[in-house]
């Protein structure tokens, strides 16, 4: 190929088709229109000599040889914003802006009270706007700008949202502390559930999309057993609730665990096998990753979790 065709712009539109596989979006994206996206595809086409792009349906699937381009470029491109970003330090005290945050009410209950006072401080004309994890697909609501990061468990998504590791979130089994089968059994808060008495006890669960069934069941089922599902809800908080009033048990995060036995008359005991540890992620759009305020964002979410304890509670395996 001859190096001297290739120009910035041509650069620019293939990194746009390789994150969003639409030639409008990706004209969207960088302020081009659909037939000068179209000519700039075939230009390269061109200087490439390979197809890059092939039509399924409405999306555009990359070759072999579009996918092994696409970190090279992006690296590319983002070197060359550095090179050429203001050396004028960022100052959030100046930032006016609504930054839209996505997740389970588990945050919203622990994270977004200290979070917004902390960026109140530090920037009083930035607003905070959380939306609960029901509310759609990930990559769709980051890729049209509806959120600006989510706060999730692993997803499977597409190369253009960056992630970082937040915390890991053991399990913890909550009770009502006046639990009457438990009392009976003589188990202390603190210790292991019997898995008869783990099994057969009612379980309430946190299910934005109505299943019955979690990481715990997946657990039960490798050694031959099952619990019982009876009552699935959308929030962690009213997972709480109904085992204060109920005979539930219920697996929930351990953070979610000690901050709702403070407040609520609720045991907590460990669980009678190993249950998985999930990932607990934040995701964020890929064109935001040297953003200044965008970084500063992600900085004051981590220094928040710190600030609460999140990554001491555990990793790996659960007790």
């Not at 919203?108 to 979070?115: A, D, E, I, K, R």
Request: net charge neutral; charged share 25%; with cysteine.
């Amino acid at each position: 190929m001859n190096a001297n065709a290739l120009d910035l712009n041509l650069v620019r539109v293939l990194d746009a088709l390789l994150r969003e596989r639409s030639v409008t979006r990706a004209g969207e994206q960088i302020g081009l229109s659909q037939p000068a996206v179209s000519a700039a595809l075939n230009r390269l086409r061109h200087i490439l000599n390979d197809q890059l792009f092939v039509r399924r349906g409405n999306e555009m699937v990359p070759t072999p040889r579009a996918e092994s381009l696409a970190e090279p470029v992006r690296g590319a491109l983002r070197e060359i914003e550095r090179a050429f970003q203001s050396t004028r330090k960022f100052d959030p005290a100046g930032l006016d802006r609504t930054f839209t945050l996505m997740g389970a009410d588990f945050f919203s209950m622990l994270l977004m009270p200290l979070l917004a006072t902390r960026i109140a401080a530090l920037a009083p004309q930035v607003s905070l706007r959380f939306l609960d994890s029901a509310r759609g697909d990930v990559a769709r609501l980051l890729q049209d700008d509806q959120i600006d990061a989510a706060l999730e468990r692993p997803l499977m998504i597409p190369d253009w949202v960056s992630s970082t590791l937040l915390f890991h979130s053991p399990f913890a089994i909550i009770a009502a502390k006046d639990n009457a089968v438990i009392r009976r059994a003589g188990v202390r808060e603190g210790e292991v559930l019997p898995m008869e008495l783990f099994c057969d006890l009612p379980h309430a669960i946190r299910s934005i999309d109505g299943s019955m069934s979690g990481f715990t069941d997946e657990a039960l089922t490798k050694i031959g057993r099952s619990r019982r599902v009876s009552l699935a809800l959308p929030h962690f908080q009213a997972v709480a609730l109904a085992t204060v009033s109920g005979n539930y048990l219920a697996a929930v995060p351990r953070q979610f665990a000690d901050t709702v036995a403070r407040k609520l008359p609720i045991a907590i005991y460990e669980p009678p096998l190993p249950i998985p540890v999930p990932e607990i992620r934040m995701y964020w759009h890929a064109r935001h990753d040297d953003e200044p305020p965008h970084q500063w964002l992600r900085d004051q979410i981590q220094e928040a979790i710190d600030a609460l304890g999140f990554r001491q509670t555990g990793n790996g395996i659960a007790p």
